[in-house]
T-cell receptor, first 112, second 115 residues
Framework: QQKVQQSPESLTVSEGAMASLNCTFS??????FRWYRQHSAKGLEVLVS????GEKEEGRFTAHLNRANLHVSLHIREPQPSDSAVYLC????????????FGTGTRLQVLP | EAGVTQSPRYAVLQEGQAVSFWCDPI?????LYWYQQPRDQGPQLLVY????????NSQLPSDRFSAVRPKGTNSTLKIQSAKQGDTATYLC?????????????FGSGTRLTVL
């Protein structure tokens, strides 16, 4: 059973400072990773998808994947107060790409 | 292009009452998912469909929960005899094609409170 854990649970940064979020997973065959953002009382929006080791950048959002260490991270460059939200890591494996397992989320607050 | 639409936005029930949630996925998406998201937790998969067929409902509490997608488009999730532990946001998502590792697109969810 895939386990996905995120850290920290909450994070406060000042506007313009880099924000870094972490996600660890338990299934070494996982090959499909996405970061979603969830604003209060709204659905999830996908920020970046990554499928192989290394780095993937989408605007101010960069994901880093290291499958040997069972770790994927998200870095937000120049965060704005509007980036304040819950960030969710989503993982699935090659054996079942449609069974997506989410972490518990990191609540990010960006102070002006 | 319209996104995933869910209704109602909110529901408040007494224990023992029944409730239904409705989802209209993105047009052309063959795969539809229902997730349960308790407060301060990540979404947890309940069931997913390809067209009208259930692919996996192993996490659906079958004694009180049921889900259908009769024509392979819209879907309904129903809770019979709701319990306080069912309090959560129920999210519907769709993706283009089963097995293709496509992005999931989510609706805004239905926030359920069971008193």
């Amino acid at each position: 059973q895939q386990k996905v854990q995120q850290s920290p649970e909450s994070l406060t940064v000042s506007e313009g400072a880099m924000a870094s979020l972490n996600c660890t997973f338990s299934d070494g065959t996982s090959n499909n990773f996405r970061w979603y953002r969830q604003h209060s009382a709204k659905g999830l929006e996908v920020l970046v998808s990554i499928f192989s080791d290394g780095e993937k950048e989408e605007g101010r959002f960069t994901a880093h994947l290291n499958r040997a260490n069972l770790h994927v991270s998200l870095h937000i460059r120049e965060p704005q107060p509007s980036d304040s939200a819950v960030y969710l890591c989503a993982v699935s494996s090659a054996s079942n790409t449609n069974k997506v397992v989410f972490g518990t989320g990191t609540r990010l607050q960006v102070l002006p | 292009e319209a996104g995933v639409t869910q209704s109602p936005r909110y529901a408040v029930l007494q224990e023992g009452q029944a409730v239904s949630f409705w989802c209209d996925p993105i047009s052309g998406h063959d795969t539809l998912y229902w997730y349960q998201q308790p407060r301060d937790q990540g979404p947890q998969l309940l069931v997913y469909f390809r067209d009208e067929a259930v692919i996996d409902n192993s996490q659906l509490p079958s004694d009180r929960f049921s889900a259908v997608r009769p024509k392979g488009t819209n879907s309904t999730l129903k809770i019979q005899s709701a319990k306080q532990g069912d309090t959560a946001t129920y999210l519907c998502a769709s993706s283009l094609r089963l097995g293709s590792a496509e992005t999931l697109y989510f609706g805004s969810g239905t926030r359920l409170t069971v008193l």
